[in-house]
């Protein structure tokens, strides 16, 4: 079963723009992972969030964290094209399995 | 340093066979995890192995099994295949910690089709 929920499903900017995406959960978590996914490969881990932070930096990327309202953003600042790609947000509540979130499509175009 | 790495990266089978897949973890890492990425269904856990014993299982029929081995690399086996198996099948490893999980490695998938 899914924990997460992501949205928007799809997203479509431009190279440069900003783009961000949610993800919501339903149970208490010990942390939040990002992955991104290109072309049906495999996972890529892009950012871990523990259940005690809000918010947190790497690179071109910023997740935030509510758990009081059992939600994450991750933004990705100056799209470039090698962005494109599916991303995940993916919860861990004990007994260390991911439960991943169904996914944005993210689509950056020239 | 070597990834996770599965093998076959495609593997054809029909309906009623059985299909094993392989999974070796990054050097170092104990504990192996087994997902499946199925067609609109998203990526659904199915199988934990850390230090040789299965430690948490998936929502999935007794028909999918597996084990690890004392190198840490690990099989899925899949019997009576059914065409709904169809799906990307990708491991991941990670150092291994019972309580919480930190980083999992994904391995580039093992594509199972079932016709």
């Known amino acids: 079963s899914q924990q997460g929920e992501e949205d928007p499903q799809a997203l479509s900017i431009q190279e440069g723009e900003n783009a961000t995406m949610n993800c919501s959960y339903k149970?208490?978590?010990?942390?939040l992972q990002w992955y991104r996914q290109n072309s049906g490969r495999g996972l890529v881990h892009l950012i871990l969030?523990?259940?005690?932070?809000r918010e947190k930096h790497s690179g071109r990327l910023r997740v935030t964290l509510d758990t009081s309202k059992k939600s994450s953003s991750l933004l990705i600042t100056a799209s470039r094209a090698a962005d494109t790609a599916s991303y995940f947000c993916?919860?861990?509540?004990?007994?260390?399995?991911?439960?991943f979130g169904t996914g944005t499509r993210l689509q950056v175009t020239l | 340093e070597a990834g996770v790495t599965q093998s076959p990266t495609h593997l054809i089978k029909t309906r009623g066979q059985q299909a094993t897949l392989r999974c070796s973890p990054i050097?170092?890492?104990?504990?192996v995890y087994w997902y499946q990425q199925a067609l609109g269904l998203g990526l659904q856990f199915l199988l934990w192995?850390?230090?040789?014993?299965?430690?948490n299982r998936g929502n999935f029929p007794p028909r999918f099994s597996g084990r690890q081995f004392p190198n840490y690399s690990s099989e899925l086996n899949v019997n009576a295949l059914e065409l709904e198996d169809s799906a990307l099948y990708l491991c991941?490893?990670?150092?291994?910690?019972?309580?919480?999980?930190?980083?999992?490695?994904f391995g580039p998938g093992t594509r199972l089709l079932v016709l």
């Open positions: 993916a919860t861990v509540s004990g007994a260390s399995k991911l439960t």
């Open positions: 050097s170092g890492h104990t504990s």
């Open positions: 192995y850390d230090e040789g014993e299965e430690r």
């Open positions: 969030i523990r259940s005690n932070e």
């Open positions: 149970t208490s978590i010990n942390n």
């Open positions: 991941a490893s990670s150092l291994g910690d019972r309580r919480v999980a930190e980083t999992q490695y």
